[in-house]
């Protein structure tokens, strides 16, 4: 083990387990190791708790520790960090205009509607939260506001209960713990009802352009077809990613992956034949290979349908997209 590895360990009881449970020659060989960005919280509030929450309250804020670039068998680290940049920088040339795909205006905008997608498209979201921000403006208006008449607003996203507690909750928070104003640190977002590891990356990333992996279902998908890393845990998986990638390609990373995994990269049929990084990508074949048939289960902007913003960037416009319809729209 290098001297900077038993460093990191000593410092962090967790990442030890982990490390000595996974030690191998390969991660000697590959120090390639995270760096540490956030010391911090420890403790999680009382608050977090007791809230009704949609995701699941982180239990630690600080990044998961070091960890060495692992490699699938036959590949070295050296081979599967160029590999894995190179699927990033092509999927930039497919998705330039690659976005949170969540309307907002603000922080605390993206922070309600990055809560609320929960369980939902970002579409579903996109058609509701004009209503509710129309309505309650601010962090305090909407911690003000009367449940049962937030909760008819929310109706459409599902969950709405649960939901309705968490937006009122977290307002409460923003104005008790933060003057009214979304906070722009890890670890003081996922003291907020309702906000975890998830939901604060997406805001500090592109609410704050502080850069921050989201792993979602997608992500969680594609790195494993894609051979990045085999472990399953969102807070590993972000380490495994981190540690190929340079830390100011994280959110545009995130975008990339997750942009993908909704077009073209399926849970249940993967649109290989129509994959522009087909010959990338270790699991080609898992899904229709056929280019016709594959080009019939392409979304959104890529098979000629609108987006899910309704008020998306220019640059999605100009390349051929399609803003969302209004709720209700046919
Ligand atoms: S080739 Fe298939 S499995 Fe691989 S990234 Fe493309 S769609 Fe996904």
Redesign the pocket.
Known sequence: MTKKAAAAQKKAPAAKKTAAAKKTAAAKKAPALVKKTAAAAKKTPAAVKKAASVEKPAKKAAPVQKIAVRPPAGESPTALVRRARRINRELAEVYPYAHPELDFENPFQLLVATVLSAQTTDLRVNQTTPGLFAKYPTPEDLAAANPEEVEEILRPCGFFRAKTKSVIGLSKALVENFGGEVPGKLEELVTLPGVGRKTAFVVLGNAFGRPGITVDTHFQR?VR??QWTDETDPDKIEAAVGALFPKSDWTDLSHHVIW?GRR??HARK???GA?P??PL?P??G??ETDPEKAKKLLKYEKGGFPGQRLKPPQAYLDAGGTPAPPLGAA
């Open positions: 594609l077809r894609w993908h073209i990269c993967p649109a290989c994959c990084i087909a990508c699991a080609y898992e899904g």
